[in-house]
């Protein structure tokens, strides 16, 4: 399952931006990855979803996913398009391969910051 290593490698990076912050809580996390560009929103929230049952720090988190139009670009006859449904080249009918803009990209980290109060 390629989604998981995807939700650890996001959490990992959150993580340390977290620790950085000196963050007690992620509150939201808002990604971004092209749709049809290998990566299923499904299996990515089941992913997180079992990932933050184990993990304070993302228990409380909300995530939100927002989809990008991917273009592609056909290896055959180099037709770069936009598609509807599968990535299949309008002239060729063969599976076009990704341009930018698919890559998975955290675009926004809400972090509950603790007041340093004396306890
Ligand atoms: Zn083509």
Redesign the pocket.
């Known amino acids: 399952m390629h989604e998981a290593s995807l939700v650890l490698a996001m959490c990992e990076e959150i993580e340390a931006l977290a620790r950085k912050e000196g963050a007690q809580k992620v509150l939201a996390i808002e990604v971004s990855f092209g749709e049809y560009a290998g990566i299923e929103e499904e299996a990515f929230r089941f992913a997180f979803e079992a990932l933050r049952r184990h993990s304070p720090l993302f228990k409380e988190a909300d995530l939100r996913i927002e989809k990008k139009q991917v273009s592609f670009r056909?290896p055959?006859?180099?037709?770069t398009f936009t598609p509807e449904g599968p990535p299949l080249?309008?002239?060729?009918q063969?599976p076009?391969l990704p341009e930018a803009g698919g890559e998975l990209e955290i675009k926004r980290v809400e972090l509950l910051l603790e007041e340093k109060e004396d306890v």
């Open positions: 056909c055959f006859c180099g037709e080249c309008p002239r060729c063969i076009g």
